[in-house]
């Protein structure tokens, strides 16, 4: 085997965890140079400057090629893929490589809080970052972000972002009021859309990696509207342990989902409060609702983050909270939301899997197949019996309630659908609704029809009936 063959084959052993292969098959290694002295040198292209995974892919490029006798140094230069045109070029977006939605069901739950410390973060983390205020009923943006504002100019037939810490903004406000102080605007459905495309495709963004819409709240027409101006990769969605109804959540991950736009993560901002005297975690709104969201819809990425003085005091002051506090506890839980979003988008982007997809056979049993092309057959009654909802499994307990002799034999599906990038729905005969994550149609490797099986994450799947 060559040098450069042998280089190639060790380098083969680095696996990207979010596209689960090597980063020689997908490509990332480029312009491999090794010299006359063994000295090894070669670019690492990766999808994101954000990867949050960088720092350890460098340091098993250099293990595992120390273990070949003959080379030297090794240099691993770090790059990103060039940022590629989206669908509308000719536009301000048109090199935006993500546009990423920041949605909630209601006001005032943190979800403007949320979008800028979130664009901060990416930021801090290489990326080059914009945010777009939606919405247009509250314009926080100015608030969140103390920019120095002095009126919006113009460059060509483009609107100049305001800048603040290297990440670029705009918002309606800042178009509204000269001053930058916005005002709520009374406005219908098709001017809200109308006003939102005009600035947001007016601004001439650049070459941004990811613009992070912070959206209007709700998840009625004129959220859909918004939604739809755009080709948006994913959409997290922000909600509060009091509010984090189900059905709230569920209803905006529906609404995204008519977009086949995917969820990639659910924030339960205020969640709890850390108390500074006692140092103790009062759930003031209770608990348990991130468990549910994983244990139910099969949600991969779900944050807490506790109401926090200091949050709200530099929010209002406009000084987002990770970027004066960067080695704080609740700038380390965006962090964690931020690295998700970049490992969640790369995913998407770069998998060639394809979504998994449940029917109803002519001969009575669900057909599903995995994203990995595995291919099962259920029972209808049996998977009916094994729906883990509300009203089938005790919240607080986690026993039992839906009886197996509740369920009739002849139990068939109505509809089956999709939810997210997460869950099958089905709609049974007898009336009931169920969500199952993909995870917990995890099947057997053999692919028979024994119906799905709980791994060892899933242990807390009922027994099987
Ligand atoms: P929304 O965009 O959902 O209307 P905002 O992000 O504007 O909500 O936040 C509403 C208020 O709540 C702001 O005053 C903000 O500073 C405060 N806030 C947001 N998140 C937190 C938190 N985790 N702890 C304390 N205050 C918060």
């Known amino acids: 085997m060559d040098r450069k063959a042998q280089v190639l084959d060790k380098l083969k052993g680095v696996i990207d965890p979010d596209l689960g292969k090597d980063i020689v098959t997908l490509g990332f290694v480029k312009d491999l140079n090794i010299d006359d002295t063994g000295n090894v040198s070669f ?30 140094d090794v240099a691993v230069t770090m790059t990103a893929q060039q940022r590629k045109k989206p669908a509308q070029s000719g536009n301000g977006l048109s090199q935006v490589r993500h546009i990423i939605a920041v949605a909630s069901c209601k006001g005032g739950v943190g979800k403007s809080t949320v979008a800028v410390n979130l664009a901060f973060t990416l930021s801090r983390m290489g990326a080059a970052v914009g945010i777009f205020d939606a919405d247009v009923y509250g314009p926080s943006l100015p608030t969140l972000v103390n920019a120095p504002f002095h009126g919006l100019f113009q460059d060509g037939d483009s609107i ?11 918002s309606f406000a800042y ?6 102080e916005g005002r709520p605007a009374i406005m219908r459905g098709p001017m809200v859309s109308q006003v939102i495309n005009q600035l947001l495709t007016g601004t001439g963004w650049g070459e941004l990696d990811y613009l992070i819409l912070d959206m209007p709240p709700g998840t009625g027409d004129i959220q859909l509207t918004v939604a739809q101006l755009v080709p948006m990769s994913a959409a997290v969605i922000v909600t509060t342990p009091q509010q984090i109804s189900f059905v709230d959540v569920v ?3 529906e609404m995204f989902d008519q977009l086949k736009i995917p969820t990639i993560a659910v924030v339960e901002n205020m969640s709890y409060f850390m108390c500074g005297n006692c140092d103790t975690r009062h759930e003031i709104f209770g608990r348990g609702a991130r468990a549910k969201l994983i244990n139910q819809y099969g949600f991969r990425n779900s944050f ?7 949050i709200s005091a530099l929010g209002d002051n406009g000084t987002p909270i990770v970027t004066v506090a960067p080695d704080s506890d609740i700038a380390t839980r965006y962090r964690e939301l931020a690295e998700a979003t970049v490992r969640e988008i790369s995913r998407i982007a770069n998998s060639g899997d394809a979504k998994p997809e449940a029917s109803y056979d002519p001969d009575g049993k669900i057909s599903y197949r995995a994203s ?5 057959r259920i029972d209808p009654a049996e998977l009916r019996r094994r729906c883990r909802c509300a009203h089938c499994i005790d919240e607080m307990t986690g026993d039992q309630i839906l009886q197996p002799e509740q369920v009739p034999d002849d139990t068939t599906p109505r509809q089956i659908g999709t939810l997210g990038n997460y869950a099958i729905t089905i709609d049974w005969s007898d009336g009931h609704s169920s969500i199952y994550p993909y995870d917990a149609l995890a099947f057997d490797a053999d692919g028979d029809a024994d119906g799905p099986v709980a791994d060892g994450d899933r242990a807390d799947l009922p027994e099987r009936v």
Do not use: Y
């Not at 990867?51 to 460098?58: A, I, S, T």
């Not at 807490?304 to 200091?310: K, Q």
């Open 175 to 180: 178009a509204a009021a000269p001053q930058g």
């Open 251 to 253: 209803k905006g991950v």
């Open 43 to 72: 670019n690492l292209e990766l999808t994101t400057p954000a990867c949050p995974v960088k720092d350890q892919f460098r340091a098993s490029c250099e293990e595992l090629l120390g273990e070949l006798d003959w080379v030297g």
């Open 304 to 310: 807490e983050i506790p109401v926090d003085a200091e």
């Open 372 to 376: 990995d092309g595995t291919e099962a």
């Open 160 to 170: 100049i972002p305001v800048e603040h810490d290297g990440v670029k903004l705009m």
